[in-house]
């Protein structure tokens, strides 16, 4: 993790302080880069909602500029909405002072506390107000750096850690309008993730009075399978715990998934201890929502070579219950839980 002062000032950041720029567009959008803009909220009939407005696929940064979004809403008793809009990439702009990201009809745009998302497909329209709860975080610089010189970046910012959300869901003559609670990340770079990573665990949720974000990232065997933590947690949209260094990670109940054949945990736990204070944050699995082969993702040659390599790259996305436990000297001070969302992206052979 880029943490250093001359490497904040390289890249223009300051600590402890977000701007709104930092939300905008990122990279030129041509051959060598990638980025993408992601929603998720748990909506309070039970549903839950991804929306992601992507420059191209990331799997193909050597690609020009390909924008699309992908919508994924689950929906209890009921037929889940997924699809994805692609369009040419002259139906494509972004700011660069701020999160104002269309393309063609599609729009997802906000100011680091304030977010619009507007979606049109068929006859289905989705309309999303998110409103922060916790403050625009990063860790450190946000920037991993892979390489003896640094050669390539993957960079993530938590625009909104949580929030509250409305949703107006039109399918149909059907229009239904819910409230839940929301997250939006930001994550661009400049190298095949799966060139840069194995895989990772990523997970957001609310428990009780506190919201979580945490995520392990395993590096690529060329890189040393190093091992990067990132964890947030804040009370009452207070911060209490964000340094990586005291935070520990485990895996539980893992299995084969018969899908994709990755080893997959019913149960993934992050613990974060300070002087007198342990947090316990564990995910639970009740329910895998999404199970993707990537390979399907590539296209033209690069599919072909991706085959030849033996690529067998999956990304799986969770719902269970995620607890959080505080023990103060040792004896339980709380104990709550509450639904989440987390996923696993596994871009390496399983090890």
Known sequence: MAVTPDEYQTLGLRQDHIEPWE?????????GSYEWWYFDAHLEDGST?????YTKNPLNPGHPLQPFVTVH?????????????HHPADHFSASTEACHVRIADDVFRGDLHHYEIHI????????????GQVPAWRPATGHLLFGESDEHYFAWLPSVPQGTVTARI????????HTGVGYHDHN????????????WYWGRAQAGPYSIVASYITAAHRYGDAGVPVFLLSKDGTIVADDA?????????QHTDDQSGKPVADIVVFEYESADDLYRVGFRRSETITDRQLINEISGPNRLLARLAHFDGSYLRFTGDVQLEHFVAGKKAEDVCDPGIWELMYFGRTR
């Open 23 to 31: 939300d905008g567009l990122r990279t030129n959008t041509g051959p």
């Open 49 to 53: 909602l991804v929306i992601i407005f």
């Open 73 to 85: 809403l689950e929906r209890p008793g009921a037929d889940p909405i997924i699809f994805e809009n």
């Open 120 to 131: 049109e497909h068929d006859d289905t329209v989705i309309d999303v107000d998110l409103v």
């Open 170 to 177: 039109t399918s149909g003559t059907s229009t239904k309008i």
């Open 188 to 199: 661009w770079g400049d190298a095949a993730m799966h060139k840069l990573m194995n895989h």
């Open 245 to 253: 260094s005291k935070v520990t990670f485990e895996l539980g109940d």
